[in-house]
């Protein structure tokens, strides 16, 4: 059999139709963020073992809303737009393991397949879905500024419904862009068994986090959100029962890797 090539799927004799590159993957990106309490209960019910609600503020989710432009190393992907440019919006919760704290990132939805391939590496959860997001630009004809009385949309669909939508006003500087999405993540890794009614081939409970960042001012401002149901997502499970905050940052992110907390594979 010939060797084939590719970080990932499909592999080839070049290698050149791999969904995603080798890592280090770089990312530039607004976010905005919407901080708020639901019932902890239903937060744990989607901690799979070994993973236990946080100790502190175990009902606080993040929902993100993200605007990516993003490449490997050689940066092929910034002259060819459309392999750099996607979307998403994804809900975070905390969660500890062995006494220390992590995010999870429990739904996502993305707009592009190599999105969703890096997800499978990392242990995303990710799905298709319409995510939207006012741009700031300098120039105001049409377009928010990042400053005090900047006016910021978001909405998120999936399967023709929508999910989700928010307004946020900036109001001042912050001193973080809020506190659910600031730990290393934990996720799992899972690989389903091929035969019928087998336990899963493959689980490993990993922890990953940027190699290197760096980010312009924190803003936060007065937010509006609604969760909207739907006959084949659960995020409305999670009921906006207090907002914390609003945030709008933009960042610059390199992933290059995670680690094994711990094999799980039955």
């Known amino acids: 059999m010939p060797d084939v090539q590719g ?41 799979p073992a070994p993973l236990e609600l946080a100790e502190e503020d175990p009902g606080a989710v993040a929902l993100i809303w993200a605007d990516w432009q993003s490449c490997s190393t050689d940066r092929a992907e910034l002259l060819d737009p459309v392999r750099a440019q996607y979307k998403e919006a994804f ?25 969703i391939g890096r997800g499978l590496h990392q242990g995303y959860p990710k799905k298709l879905g319409s995510m939207w997001q006012t741009r700031p630009h300098p120039f105001a004809q049409a377009a928010p500024q990042i400053a005090p009385g900047g006016v910021f949309g978001a909405t998120l669909a999936a ?55 760096e980010a312009g001012p924190a803003w936060k401002g007065d937010v509006e959100v609604e969760l909207f149901d739907s006959p084949t997502e659960e995020l409305s499970r999670l009921t906006v029962d207090e907002v914390i905050g609003g945030y ?19």
């Open 91 to 115: 809900v975070v919760v905390r969660c500890s393991y062995q006494g220390r704290t992590f995010s999870r990132c429990v739904y996502i939805w993305v707009d592009k397949d190599f999105a």
């Open 159 to 213: 399967g023709d419904r929508r999910l989700a939508q928010a307004v946020l006003t900036l109001r001042e500087e912050s001193a973080t862009n809020g506190f659910v999405n600031s730990h290393p993540m934990a996720h799992h890794r899972i690989f389903p068994g091929i035969e019928k009614g087998s336990p899963d081939s493959y689980v490993e409970l990993i922890s990953s986090g940027s190699a290197a960042f």
């Open 7 to 47: 970080f990932f799927y499909p592999r080839t004799a070049s290698g050149r139709s791999s969904l995603i590159p080798n890592p280090p993957w770089f990312y530039s990106g607004d976010l905005l963020t919407v901080e708020y309490r639901t019932d902890p209960a239903r937060v744990a019910e989607l901690l």
């Open 248 to 266: 709008y940052r933009q960042v610059g992110v390199k992933w290059d890797g995670g680690s094994t907390l711990a094999t799980l594979t039955p």
